[in-house]
Structures are given as C-alpha cells and as structure tokens.
C-alpha cells in the first residue's frame, strides 16, 4: 500500500499547499480505510456508553461509598467536565504526536483507569478515576475524526465516514443504559466500568494492525501554558453553567463563568502571539468553518436542552421507570440513526445549506409537535421525538464534516477537537438557558395554583422541582397530595411547552443562518 497522503506535506506558509490538496482530491478510501473505520466506531461507542452508563448505578454505589451529596454529583459530573476540558490539548497533540498513537495511549489509560474505577473503595478514589477517564476520553473523539479526515479525502466518502461516526455515538448512548441495567440486575454497581476493559483491549490489538499514522511533520512543541489555559476556561464555563441549572443564578456559578471566559480571553491573546499555537485561529478565517462550527453548537444547545426535560417528562409526568423511559425513548434513537445515514444520499443530491435548512426546518416541526404534548401524552412526545431526531442527524453529520473538511489536512485534530468542545459548549449552554426558562415558567404556573392548607415545607419542595413536588406527596397524604402533584404537573408542561417553542426559534434560526452562510457550496461530486 503506498505510503499515506498527508505524511509527506511541507510547511509552505498559511495553508498554501497545492500539491498536497491535489494528492489528496485524487486519492480515493479503499477496502483498508473501510476496514479502519469499522475499528474507529469501537471507542466511539464505548465513549458515549460512559457518559451515561454510570446514571443507572448511582443507588447502588450511594448506598456502597456513602458520598456526600457534593461527592457524588462530582462522581456523576466529572467525567464530562474533564473530557471536554481537555479536548483542544488532545486534538493539538495528536496533530503533532501522530492521531493513531494518540488513540492508542487513550485507549491503554482508559481501559486501566477503568479497572480502578471499578473496585474504588471510596468516593474520592472514584472521583478520581473518573477524571482521569475524561481525560483517557478525550482523545477518542479528536484521534478518530480526524483520522477520518485524512483516511477520507473524497468528500463524498468523508461524508459516509462521518455519518457512520456520528451513528456509533448515538447506538453507544443508547445502549449504555441497557447493558448497565442489566450488568446492574446481576453484579455489583463496578461492573458498569467493566465494560470497557475488553472493548479497549479489542482496539489495542487491531489499531497498530489496521489504523494508518497521520501527523503534522511541521508540528512544533506543545505549549504547557496554552494546554492549562484551555483546559481552565472550558471546565470553569461550563461548570459554572450547569451550577446556574442545578442551584439557580448565583455568585459561585457567576465567579466560575467570568474566571473561565477570562482564561479563554487570555489563551486567545497567546495563541495569536505564539509562532506555533496550540490553536490556528486562522481556521476561523473560513466562513464555511464558523458558520458549521455555530450552526453545530446551536444543534447541540437544543438537543441536550430538550433531552434534559424530556427524560423528567417521561419518569415525573408520565410516571415511567428508568427503564420503561429509556426504552421508550429508543425510536428517538432510531430516528437519529436513520437520518445519520440517510445524509449521504441527500448529500449527494442537494447542497449543504439546502439540506441543512431543510433538516432543521424538520427539527423545528419536531419541536412544534413537542408543544401539543399533555399530562398524558406518551405517542404525541415519542412521535415529536422521531422527527426532532430525523431533522437534526443531517445536521450534526454534516456541521461535522464541513468542519473537519475545510481545515487543512494538518489540521485535523485540533479542527475535530474545536467541533467537539463546540457541542459541549452547545449542550451545556442548553441545559443551563432552557432549564432556567423551564424553572420560571414553572414556577410561575405553580404559584398560582397550589392547594390550601399546604405545609410550607411542602410547597417549598414542590417550587424548587417536579421532583420535589413528587416526594412531597408522602407528607400530604390523600385529597391535598393528590392536587399538589396534579398541578405540579401541569405547571412543568407549561415550562416544557415554553421551552420547546424558544427551541423550535432557535432551531429556525440555526437554518436561516445555515442557508445563508453556506449557499455557494455544492453538493459532494
């Protein structure tokens, strides 16, 4: 097999490197490059199962380690804060280390940090292991889209490969909860860490047998300053965010948000200062790459925002076990599935910002649908769900591969990095915005219709969540209880129907902005 394109490029000065795009527009993916990509989905899934496999395993290691309420919502978060926090560092590094090297390193701490997460014997040894899960975790994303980007070099065929990336994701996050609970039905709450010990070891083995190498040669060293300011703005915002959706708007939350957006300030001056960044800001130079990157992160901003309701719709509303809400939130999962590998064909047919306004639009009719949804109102929210989720795969399939194909070759893994963080950025701006929109509707609706005689404790209760509302009922027993809920009720439906109207805006908004800025391009040759 002849040697890799991307191996041999030269630095010419910006991105000036005619010889080398050629190369690449005339290389077409063989059999070895499908073959590799079916070997890149394997961390893919396992990635996307961690971030919600541990959720269902929470009572159990609770009544175990006995963490204190801090403890284990540090337990739950901080796989996700570190992960994203050092995506920029990892995507950076595997452009100057080489992106299979990288994956490899990933996969080998996972796997082992894994094992230590398992048999933890206390919170902080589990806070531990987690973090360092994060991190091994950030290098799955970077190493293996970009990899992508250079293993496919047709567009065409990079937009098959992305959509087969994006879909492993989706079947990881959609399965975890599954494989968990049944792990759970028959051993202990660290078996749900276990899961990944062979399927890391599956990709240690096969990797170095079937991934090809790619890396900048005219990569320079890793700047440590720029590393810790990245990594300090990202998790410093995004805690900060969801504290303001846990606790409300308040100083810790508000101190965390400023402290991080001056760090980002600071690594933004340095980048432009340094004669070999960490980060290209010149990759913002691209219209095509920003307006992806945006439209990506305003994807993300809706999609975790209405996941968040949508879960306490199923369990709190409808009153559905974990498992019955999981399951019915499958065909969600499928509709994703179907749209991810329906994009090629689209693709193929139409221009991006055609397919991208159109899919969006879809997403918004979702949404719509959202709005009609009761206090009883399983098909109407599994029926809004499926078209959300067929609307908004071309979407984030497409946002992706646009980002990834218009950097340089070279600069694949940090442009794959940027494309994560911005997801995160998205997901975690949703949760926070939407949740606080969702909070005061529903308190508004509540306070307007809580029954006489109420305890204070109780009313307390059910004005902070549905949830509190729900375990209050124990102290009201009979006629009162039975209102609280009732009304409690309705009032988070109200929120959940504002919410998914500033959703469906925000979505319409996203494929205004998408048909505009990405007009010129044409469909893959």
């Not at 039905?185 to 991934?211: K, N, Q, R, T, Y």
């Not at 939130?329 to 994703?336: C, D, E, R, Y």
């Not at 549905?466 to 439906?493: I, K, N, S, W, Y």
């Amino acid at each position: 097999m002849a040697r890799p394109a991307g191996t041999d490029s030269r630095p010419t000065g910006g991105y000036g490197r005619v010889e080398f795009v050629n190369m690449v527009i005339a290389r077409q993916a063989g059999r070895r490059e499908w073959i590799s990509l079916a070997v890149l989905t394997i961390p893919c899934l396992l990635y996307a199962m961690d971030l919600t496999v541990l959720n269902l395993a929470v009572p159990q290691l609770s009544k175990d380690l006995q963490p204190s309420s801090t403890q284990l919502l540090w337990i739950v978060d901080i796989y996700g804060f570190m992960a994203a926090g050092s995506l920029v560092t990892m995507g950076t590094l595997g452009d100057r280390i080489g992106r299979r090297r990288l994956l490899l390193i990933g996969a080998a701490a996972f796997g082992a940090t894994s094992l230590l997460a398992a048999w933890a014997t206390s919170a902080g040894m589990l806070i531990a292991a987690r973090a360092l899960l994060g991190v091994a975790g950030a290098t799955v994303a970077p190493s293996t889209l970009s990899l992508i980007r250079n293993m496919f070099a047709d567009p065409r065929q990079r937009t098959v490969a992305v959509s087969v990336w994006i879909t492993s994701f989706s079947v990881g996050g959609a399965i975890g909860p599954l494989l968990g609970g049944i792990l759970l039905e028959w051993f202990w709450w660290g078996s749900v860490f276990l899961l990944a010990v062979p399927v890391m070891a599956l990709l240690l083995v096969l990797g170095p047998l079937l991934l090809p190498e790619f890396r900048d040669p005219g990569a320079g060293r890793l700047d440590l300053l720029s590393a810790a300011l990245s990594v300090a703005a990202v998790l410093a915002v995004i805690y900060g965010l969801k504290q303001v959706t846990r606790d409300g708007i308040g100083w810790l939350p508000a101190v965390s948000i400023v402290a991080g957006l001056a760090a980002g300030s600071a690594f933004v001056r340095r980048q432009r200062r340094l004669a070999d960044p960490l980060l290209d800001l010149r990759l913002f130079r691209s219209a095509v790459f920003t307006a992806a990157l945006t439209t990506n992160l305003l994807s993300f901003f809706v999609g975790f925002g209405t996941l968040l309701f949508i879960t306490q719709y199923l369990q709190l509303v409808l009153g559905l076990s974990p498992l019955a809400a999981g399951l019915w939130m499958l065909p969600s999962s499928a509709g994703f599935v179907a749209g991810s590998m329906l994009t090629p064909v689209l693709a193929r047919r139409f221009r991006p910002a055609v397919v991208m306004a159109a899919s969006l639009t879809l997403a918004a009719v979702g949404l719509g649908l959202f709005t009609l949804v009761g206090p009883a109102g399983l098909a109407i929210l599994v029926t809004g769900s499926v078209v959300f989720s067929l609307g908004l795969a071309p979407v984030d399939t497409l946002t992706t591969d646009l980002v990834v194909g218009s950097a340089p070759p070279e600069r694949a893994g940090a442009a794959s990095a940027l494309s994560e963080t911005a997801a995160e950025f998205g997901g975690a701006l949703g949760i926070a915005i939407l949740g606080v929109i969702g909070t005061r509707v529903y308190r508004s609706q509540l306070d307007g219709a809580l029954p006489p005689g109420i305890l204070p404790r109780a009313a307390a209760a059910a004005r902070d969540t549905l949830g509190g509302a729900v375990a209050a009922v124990g102290d009201l027993p009979g006629q009162p209880g039975q209102v609280l809920v009732r009304a409690a009720r309705q009032a988070f439906t109200q929120g959940l129907h504002a919410v998914f109207a500033v959703s469906a805006a925000v979505v319409l908004g996203a494929a205004v902005l998408a048909a505009i800025q990405l007009r010129h391009l044409r469909p893959a040759p």
